[in-house]
């Protein structure tokens, strides 16, 4: 695998937009489907998906939506389709063979997909994913030979056999030449089989191999495209790549951290600010009609709880808190609720942990009269904050458990209040440090395997951390553990724990008695 780029805050933090439980488990699976359908011509194609005994997948694939994922992608859909949920049928209509299967194989991630993938008369292909959370995902093998596809790129793969061909440090140089936009080359091979992997911006002309010597003789060449919204890009300049850069610059510049965070994504994909604000607006839509969504009252079949935002917005008696804290509480209910009847919400940063950002600014903004450009500003803020987390960390529950989603949700949210407020950029990493200080080693144990509860909890308990975290830096707290160190101690506690606590369904709420009979029953019950 290649090295890790730069996050995007709309690639890693901001989004995907979707529909599903999980972003991890749903919307990479589409990702990683729509990828797949891209090595072949038809439409009869035959997946065999095996997942690993002791990773999160093989408890919680069907429950979580990777299998309607995987067939979506199949079908060409993309993460937000309406028909998402009806995919594994209509893929059988196509023609479209799917099957999983669970057993025991070595893997370094607990997100691994292994792929036989193939169509009648034509190719067949092995390949290897992996989720790393928030929708986003790697491949990492084709046919046993190691490379790394983010989906941020224009992918143009050649797979050859070393017999009969010029040597491949020759063919890369000459590829090379003839490609001088490309924006990356790299040569790989395991027992004779070779892969030339050129990563460009922009399609590349048809015929690829036309333009080549006929003496090189390819047995396949694969045309990728990007599935991310912004691509990357060679040589990228950040402004900053810490907290402590970050504050750097904001002192030296008197500039306020919504402006920075302008600044890092304009510099990371290339985009102007008109550009970032349109995405920005986009994202900030999404949101607010994922709340009126849920306000409005849903109902799915597999599901926990039934509609319960509308309980706490009825409820006359005494609020601890006041009505600023009763619509908080409303408005992340009604975005879980949006979220677990496969309604479309923004993950930010994940699906399990899309509730907090969204009900607590747009509660913010109706008790406080804040307008929608004061909610791109702070939306910025947290995908800033967002950034910084997923450089130094993950936001996979599987990796570092529910302090990865509900606890970087939380912080950020807490800068994005902290803007909101008029606060400065030290104030707004203050904040997000201590949010993210209270909620280290928080587990993911969902019951029944389904992403609801405790997540309602959660969400609602990250907005609360969030409100008090803000209010604390605001009021001059002192936050005595930089959010450099935090995030440190943060990635560190998080591999620490059990992997019966992240997300495999194998230990804490998960294994109770509750748990087993309530998953007992939605299981038996015929998914749409």
Known sequence: MSNKLPPSIFNDVLGPVMRGPSSSHTAAAVRIGRIIRQFFDSNRLHITVEFDADGSLASTYNSQGTDIGLAAGLLGMDPASEGLAKSLSLAEKEGICLNFKVSNFKTNHPNTFRIEAGEEGGCNFNLIFISTGGGMFELIELNGIPLSIRGDYHENLFLFNLNGSAEPETLVRKMALLFPEHEAISFADKNGSC?????????????????????????????????????????????????AGLLKEAESSSRQIHDLALDYECSRGGLNEKKVYRLTAGILTVMKRSIETGLSGTNYQDRILGPQAHKMLSYNGMVPGGKEVKNIIALISAVMETKSSMGVIAAAPTAGACACLPGILIASSKANSINDIQLSKALLTAGLVGVLIAHKSTFAAEECGCQAECGSASAMSAAALVQLAGGSAKQALAAASMALQNLLGMICDPVANRVEVPCLGKNILAGMNALAAANMALSGFDQVIPFDETLMAFDQVGRMLPSELRCTGKGGLSITDSSRELQKRLDNRAFL
């Open 195 to 243: 892969l030339i992997n050129l990563k460009t911006r922009q399609p590349c002309l048809e015929n690829i191999a036309g333009r080549l010597s006929p003496d090189y003789k390819f047995t396949s060449v694969i045309r990728l495209k990007p599935e991310l919204p912004v691509l990357s890009r060679r040589n990228i300049e950040l402004p900053f790549h810490n907290a």
